[in-house]
Nanobody
Framework: QAQLVDSGGGSVQAGGSLRLSCAAS????????MGWFRQAPGKEREGVAR????????YYADSVKGRVTISRDSAKNMLYLQMSNLKPEDAAMYYC????????????????????WGQGTQVTVSS
């Protein structure tokens, strides 16, 4: 049974930094897509960042490009999202996600493609 457990959220002031972590287990995540989504109250869940574990290629949403870095430690089966220069509009519940499809790295990073979700970790940013 695949399982994603995300952590690392918290409350920071605008301009601050956080690192989210996701522990993956129960499946083979090689040559898959892993990444992060976020959902603010009253808004759709949106893709933030993705890494294709096959070659390490990455995707970032325009709203976070230049401020976040996604990375993976394959030996530990860990996924990370380093976020800096956080803005109030970054406040949301952040979810670790995995798309195990063979063409996961092609096309949009969309919630409809996700096979497994973490339980979410809350990020709060005060101005």
């Amino acid at each position: 049974q695949a399982q994603l457990v995300d952590s690392g959220g918290g409350s920071v002031q605008a301009g601050g930094s956080l690192r989210l972590s996701c522990a993956a287990s129960g499946a083979t995540y090689d040559r898959s897509c892993m990444g992060w989504f976020r959902q603010a109250p009253g808004k759709e869940r949106e893709g933030v960042a993705r890494i294709y574990t096959g070659v390490g290629s990455t995707y970032y949403a325009d709203s976070v490009k230049g401020r976040v870095t996604i990375s993976r430690d394959s030996a530990k089966n860990m996924l990370y999202l380093q976020m800096s220069n956080l803005k109030p509009e970054d406040a949301a519940m952040y979810y670790c996600a995995a798309d195990l499809g063979p063409l996961c790295h092609i096309g949009r990073w969309d919630k409809s493609r996700i096979d497994y979700w973490g339980q979410g970790t809350q990020v709060t940013v005060s101005s």
